[in-house]
C-alpha cells in the first residue's frame, strides 16, 4: 500500500481537495486503484449536525455517513463509493479512545495524545486505506490523504504528529507528502511572492514533516524564477515544485498536473507500475495521454457550454442558504453533468426563498426575485431545514405548476410540492408539514417519521442508499430512469427526518400528483410526477449524491431537457 498525503498552508480553502482529488484521478487512470481519506480536525463526530453556512453541504454517502463535501470531490473524480470511515474527524478518534478507556483497555495507563490518540489515527488511516471502494473487492494501491485545515493550526496537531510517525511505520519509500501553498500578487508590479510559501513548509518541517512536492496555487502560471526560488528555499526538488494557477474548469487540474510531469514523478517516487503505457498519446502531436482521454473531453465540453453563445438554460435555485453556495455544491456539480450531457450552456439564478414572500413585497429583493423567478426556464427547490423561506418555496412551487414551468424539488422541494398541492388544488387550507407547525394549527400533509429519534440529532435521519421502487412506469421520471416494467428499483440516497403523510396519499394522486416512487415497504413515498406538465417532478431522495460526470443523474437531465424546450419555445 502507497500512502499520498495532500496537506495545506497559508490559508483554508486553498484547494487541497481538487488538487487531492486529481492527483487521484491520474493514477486511477493509469490502472491503479485509488481510495482516498479526509481528515477534518473539529470535534464533532460527523458534519451532520453543522450549518451550511458553517460548513457547506453535508455529503451522504452510501452506507450513511455524514460527511465533508471533499468526499464528493473524491466519488465524482474517482467514480467510487466512498464509506463513513473514509471521513476521520477529531471527534471520531477521542470517541473511540475514550470507549477504549471506560473499558479498560489500556490497562490502566495514563491516556495521552501521544501514543495513544496518534496511534488511534494511525490504525484507522492504515485499516480504512486497504478496504475496496470500487466494487470489486480487492484492496486499492494507493491511498489518497487529505489532511484538512492548514499548517500549525491547533487543532491538527495530533494528526500532524500521527502522519509524522506514519511515514516511519509504512516506510519511507511508501509514503509521499504533498504540500499545497500560496504564491500571491501583490501591488501593480505583478512579481510572484514565494515569503508565504516559504514560511509554510518551514512551519511544516518544523513538525516533522518535509514535503515531497510543492504545488504552488496562483492566479497565473508560475515563473520558471518563482519555481528555482521556491526550490532553493523550501528543500524541494525543482521539478517537484508544480504551480497550479486557475484555469477555466476544475476538470482541467488533472490534465494541469499531468503536463508538469507531476504523474511520472509520483510513479518514481513510490515505485508504482502503472497498467498503461505511458509513452502512447491519444494523437500524433496531441500532449494529452491517451489514458486521460476521456478526461480531456470532458474539460473541453465544459469549456464548450460556458463559452457557448446561445441563450443558456436559466434554472432558478429557489433555496434557503444562497448566501453559500458551496452549501449547494452537489446540486450544482448535478446540474453541471447535465449540462455536459445535453451540450447546453447552463446558468444558475440564486432566488432567496423568503425574499419570495408577501411580507417583504415592498423590497427591492422581492421585485429582483419575482424577475428571476418568471425569467427562469426551469425551477429547483433543493434541501433545508427550518421554517425559514418555506412559503417562499411554496409559492415558487405553484408557480411551476400552474405556469407549466419545469420543477425539480428534492427532498425538502418534495415535501414542499405536496404541501402546495394539498393548499391549492386539495383544498386544504392550511395544509403544512410537521417540521413547521404546531399541534391543530392545520392539517399536516408532511409528518415526522416515527422511526426517528426527537431527542438527538446527529446520524438519526433516514440516511444512506435505499431502493426506490417504480409503481407506475406511465410517465416522464421512470423513462428517465429506463425504467421499464412496475416493481423496478432504483438505488438512491437520502438524508431526512420527514415524510409524506401516508393518509393523505391516495386522495392527493387521485387529483393528479402521482406517487410513482414507494420505498420497498410501499409506505414511504419518494417520487412525485405531476401529470399533464411539461415536467413537474420531485423526489424524497437526494439523486445529486449519485451524479457523476460522465454519468449524469435522471431527474437532473431530465429538468435541463424541459427546460431547453420551454426556451426554444419562447
Given amino acids: 500500500m502507497k500512502y499520498i498525503v495532500v496537506t495545506g498552508g497559508v490559508l483554508s480553502g486553498i484547494g487541497k481537495g481538487i488538487i487531492a482529488s486529481s492527483t487521484a484521478m491520474i493514477l486511477k487512470s493509469m490502472g491503479l486503484r485509488v481510495t482516498s481519506i479526509k481528515i477534518d480536525p473539529y470535534l464533532n463526530i460527523d458534519a451532520g449536525t453543522m450549518s451550511p453556512f458553517e460548513h457547506g453541504e453535508v455529503f451522504v454517502l452510501d452506507d450513511?455517513?455524514?460527511?465533508?463535501?471533499?468526499?464528493?470531490?473524491?466519488?465524482?473524480?474517482?467514480?467510487?463509493?466512498?464509506?463513513?470511515?473514509?471521513?476521520?474527524?477529531?471527534?471520531?478518534?477521542?470517541?473511540?479512545?475514550?470507549?477504549?478507556?471506560?473499558?479498560?483497555?489500556?490497562?490502566?495507563?495514563?491516556?495521552?495524545?501521544?501514543?495513544?490518540?496518534?496511534?488511534?489515527?494511525?490504525?484507522?488511516?492504515?485499516?480504512?486505506?486497504?478496504?475496496?471502494v470500487d466494487g470489486d473487492e480487492v484492496a486499492p494501491d494507493v491511498c489518497v490523504i487529505e489532511l484538512g485545515g492548514t499548517v500549525g493550526d491547533i487543532e491538527s496537531m495530533p494528526f500532524t504528529e500521527a502522519l509524522r510517525q506514519f511515514q516511519f511505520r509504512v516506510g519511507i519509500e511508501n509514503f509521499c507528502l504533498m504540500h499545497v501553498s500560496l504564491v500571491p500578487v501583490l501591488g501593480v508590479v505583478g512579481e510572484q511572492k514565494t515569503k508565504p510559501s516559504q514560511q509554510s513548509i518551514r512551519e511544516l518541517r518544523s513538525l516533522g514533516l518535509s514535503p515531497d512536492f510543492c504545488l504552488c496555487r496562483s492566479t497565473q502560471p508560475l515563473t520558471e524564477e518563482t519555481k528555482k526560488k521556491i526550490s532553493l528555499f523550501c528543500h524541494v526538488a525543482p521539478d517537484n515544485v508544480i504551480g497550479v494557477h486557475d484555469v477555466s474548469n476544475i476538470y482541467r487540474v488533472p490534465i494541469l498536473l499531468n503536463q508538469q510531469n507531476l504523474p511520472n514523478?509520483?510513479?518514481?517516487?513510490?515505485?508504482?507500475?502503472?497498467?498503461?503505457?505511458?509513452?502512447?498519446?491519444?494523437?500524433?502531436?496531441?500532449?494529452?495521454?491517451y489514458w486521460m482521454a476521456s478526461w480531456k473531453g470532458l474539460a473541453d465540453s465544459m469549456d464548450k457550454i460556458t463559452n457557448e453563445s446561445l441563450n443558456p438554460i436559466r434554472i432558478a435555485m429557489v433555496g434557503k442558504y444562497t448566501g453559500l453556495t458551496d452549501a449547494y455544491l452537489s446540486v450544482i456539480k448535478a446540474l453541471d453533468h447535465a449540462s455536459m450531457a445535453i451540450e447546453r450552456k447552463m446558468v444558475i439564478d440564486w432566488v432567496e426563498a423568503s425574499n419570495l414572500e408577501t411580507p417583504n413585497s415592498e423590497t427591492p429583493e422581492y421585485k429582483k426575485s419575482w424577475e428571476m423567478l418568471h425569467g427562469a426556464h426551469g425551477i429547483l427547490v433543493p434541501g433545508g431545514f427550518g421554517d425559514r423561506g418555506i412559503e417562499g418555496m411554496i409559492l415558487a412551487a405553484n408557480y411551476a405548476r400552474t405556469s407549466g414551468k419545469p420543477y425539480l424539488g428534492i427532498c425538502l422541494g418534495m415535501q414542499i410540492a405536496v404541501i402546495e398541492f394539498a393548499r391549492n388544488v386539495m383544498g386544504w387550507e392550511n395544509a403544512n408539514s410537521e417540521e413547521f407547525t404546531t399541534s391543530g394549527s392545520g392539517k399536516n400533509v408532511v409528518v415526522f417519521m416515527p422511526e426517528v429519534s426527537k431527542t438527538h440529532m446527529g446520524g438519526t435521519m433516514r440516511l444512506g442508499s435505499r431502493d426506490t421502487i417504480f409503481t407506475d412506469v406511465d410517465n416522464?421520471?421512470?423513462?428517465?430512469?429506463?425504467?421499464?416494467?412496475?416493481?423496478?428499483?432504483?438505488?438512491?440516497?437520502?438524508r431526512h427526518r420527514y415524510e409524506v403523510n401516508p393518509d393523505v396519499v391516495d386522495e392527493i394522486h387521485a387529483k393528479g400528483l402521482h406517487f410513482v416512487g414507494k420505498d420497498t415497504t410501499g409506505v414511504r413515498m419518494e417520487i412525485v410526477?405531476?401529470?399533464?406538465?411539461?415536467?413537474?417532478?420531485?423526489?424524497?431522495?437526494?439523486?445529486?449524491?449519485?451524479?457523476?460526470?460522465?454519468?449524469?443523474s435522471p431527474p437532473f437531465i431530465g429538468l435541463l431537457n424541459a427546460s431547453l424546450e420551454r426556451l426554444k419555445k419562447m
Avoid at 416522464?476 to 437520502?494: F, M, N, P, T
Fill in 64 to 132: 450513511g455517513g455524514e460527511v465533508d463535501l471533499d468526499l464528493g470531490n473524491y466519488e465524482r473524480f474517482l467514480d467510487v463509493n466512498l464509506g463513513k470511515d473514509n471521513n476521520i474527524t477529531t471527534g471520531k478518534i477521542y470517541n473511540l479512545v475514550i470507549e477504549k478507556e471506560r473499558k479498560g483497555q489500556y490497562l490502566g495507563k495514563t491516556v495521552q495524545v501521544v501514543p495513544h490518540i496518534t496511534e488511534e489515527i494511525q490504525n484507522w488511516i492504515e485499516r480504512v486505506a486497504h478496504l475496496p
Fill in 265 to 289: 514523478l509520483v510513479l518514481k517516487r513510490l515505485q508504482l507500475t502503472p497498467t498503461v503505457d505511458l509513452s502512447k498519446t491519444t494523437t500524433p502531436g496531441e500532449s494529452t495521454p
Fill in 476 to 494: 416522464k421520471i421512470s423513462k428517465l430512469y429506463s425504467v421499464e416494467k412496475v416493481g423496478q428499483a432504483v438505488e438512491e440516497r437520502h
Fill in 529 to 552: 410526477e405531476l401529470k399533464d406538465h411539461d415536467y413537474f417532478v420531485a423526489c424524497q431522495f437526494h439523486p445529486e449524491f449519485k451524479s457523476r460526470p460522465q454519468r449524469p
